[in-house]
């Protein structure tokens, strides 16, 4: 099992930067490809990105493809969301998520979920 914290949310104003973080426990960090999912308030989580367990893949939604960067460093058991040229749209709890298998780049679900980040976009 692994535990996964997210850290880096805050309040930008559009067109600004934002950079998340997600710590995982364990020793088998390497073994899980690991995706950011959000949720807006009123609406279904959705897949943002995914990238595969030695980052050689990476995969993004259309809506935010061009502006957003996923990386992983395995050495620091540490994933990270680089969102560029924020949208109000792109509001929402950033959820950290981590694959016990590889079921596909754009797959909509996980299987170990942190807890999540408030991400705010002002306009």
């Known amino acids: 099992q692994v535990q996964l914290v997210e850290s880096g949310g805050g309040l930008v104003q559009a067109g600004g930067s934002l950079r998340l973080s997600c710590a995982a426990s364990?020793?088998?960090?390497?073994?899980?490809?690991m995706a950011w999912f959000r949720q807006a308030p009123g609406k279904e989580r959705e897949f943002v990105s995914r990238i595969t367990r030695t980052g050689v893949l990476t995969y993004y939604a259309d809506s935010v493809k061009g502006r957003f960067t996923i990386s992983r460093d395995n050495a620091k058991n540490t994933v990270y969301l680089q969102m560029n040229s924020l949208k109000p749209e792109d509001t929402a709890i950033y959820y950290c998520?981590?694959?016990?298998?590889?079921?596909?780049?754009?797959?909509?679900?996980?299987?170990?979920w942190g807890q999540g980040t408030q991400v705010t976009v002002s306009s």
């Open positions: 364990g020793r088998t960090f390497s073994s899980y490809p």
């Open positions: 998520a981590a694959d016990t298998y590889f079921r596909g780049g754009y797959s909509t679900t996980s299987d170990y």
